[in-house]
């Protein structure tokens, strides 16, 4: 009887220590169940999805050497952002496509930024090289200055995210800012598929990334982008609207909610305007609680900003970038006006927030 009890207690006691060894090797992270994903085949998902477009005619290639989508298909779970460094929506985003870099490249994940310009100055490579590095993106950018990787993938918004599986199809997509929760569990979920498909242990961390410089948009403005160049200047309420050329205009005693006045002599080409002479003015009547100006100019320029008559900083305009103009407490209705003290300022867009 006590030989039976001893065996016993020996056969309970190696249950206990293989549990506990298995257990101490499970990796420390919390991972996705594998009951939760649901492993298609190929042939399944050729029924259902698109396959992934390649990178066409690229001009420029940043924080890479040149690759093409191909050589990941089979090894990575690809994330293509489409985006152009002067928008505003684009760079609302890039905080939490940074932070996912930062998560999960090391489980399979490669972020490819396809850099599609909107205006002619966001096709140099070094204007982009440096929005890269101010916004602190380390991840692949691609230059499409020619739309062609835009065109394949039948795009048409700036930021779009498509995600790539391991079997190269595009399972989802998504067009503009937000759904960050819903983008961020789907790219668990395909990278969990890569675990399974290519053999590798371990699991992919639940806890959601943590971005970095993310700003407020749960308040949204009432006021649109505003276009300055011929291209798209429907707002213009005081010149010839479409027509590129010289116009001398006086601005408004009343200026009306989204409406844009130009004060003084203008040079508009397609994509912007410029103030041929000092002292020159932009007025708009907004509703919002941000305004950013896109801008450039060959030489510094200071512009004097006015809130309702009141002057409330300062900006020097040179580098061809989105300027902060305006950043009040709350949303509201007001008069901006703008007083360029010199001349030769390129006026492409105001955005709000």
């Not at 298909?73 to 460094?85: P, S």
């Not at 003084?264 to 932009?282: D, H, L, P, T």
Request: one cysteine or more.
């Amino acid at each position: 009887m006590k030989i039976k009890n001893i065996i016993l207690i020996l056969v309970v006691v190696g249950i206990v220590g293989t549990i506990f060894y298995f257990e101490s090797q499970r990796p420390d992270q919390i991972s996705i169940d594998d009951a939760d994903i649901e492993i298609q085949s190929k042939e399944e998902k050729t029924e259902k999805y698109e396959p992934a477009k390649e990178l066409v005619g690229t001009q420029g290639f940043i924080n890479s050497e040149p690759f093409k989508i191909a050589d990941y298909i089979g090894k990575k779970v690809i994330l293509i952002d489409f985006w152009t460094y002067s928008c505003i929506n684009c760079q609302r985003t890039t905080p939490y496509l940074n932070a996912w870099w930062d998560k999960y490249e090391d489980d399979g994940l490669l972020i490819v930024g396809v850099h599609t310009p909107e205006f002619e100055f966001e096709k140099k490579y070094e204007n982009v090289l440096e929005a890269t590095e101010k916004f602190g993106i380390e991840y692949p950018v691609v230059q499409d200055n020619n739309y062609s990787t835009w065109r394949a993938y039948s795009n048409r918004y700036w930021p779009r995210k498509y995600l790539i599986d391991i079997d190269g199809f595009i399972v989802y997509d998504h067009i503009g800012e937000g759904a960050y929760e819903e983008t961020e569990q789907k790219i668990r979920e395909l990278l969990m598929e890569r675990k399974i498909v290519l053999g590798e242990s371990g699991g992919i961390d639940k806890d959601t990334a943590d971005p970095k410089g993310v700003e407020d948009v749960s308040v949204r403005p009432d006021s649109p982008e505003v276009y300055f160049g011929a291209f798209r200047n429907e707002l213009l309420a005081n010149g010839v609207q479409k027509q590129t050329g010289h116009q001398n205009l006086k601005g408004p005693t009343d200026p009306k909610l989204n409406n844009l006045y130009l004060d003084g002599s203008w040079y508009v080409q397609k994509e912007y305007a410029e103030n041929q002479n000092a002292g020159a003015k932009v007025i708009f009547k907004f509703k919002a609680r941000k305004v950013n100006l896109v801008a450039e100019s060959d030489e510094p320029v200071n512009i004097k900003v006015f809130i309702d008559g009141k002057e409330t900083k300062e900006v020097t305009v040179k580098s061809s970038q989105l300027y902060e103009l305006v950043d009040l407490p709350e949303k509201g209705e007001h008069v901006l006006e703008l007083i360029i003290e010199d001349p030769s300022a390129r006026l492409y867009t105001f955005t709000f927030g």
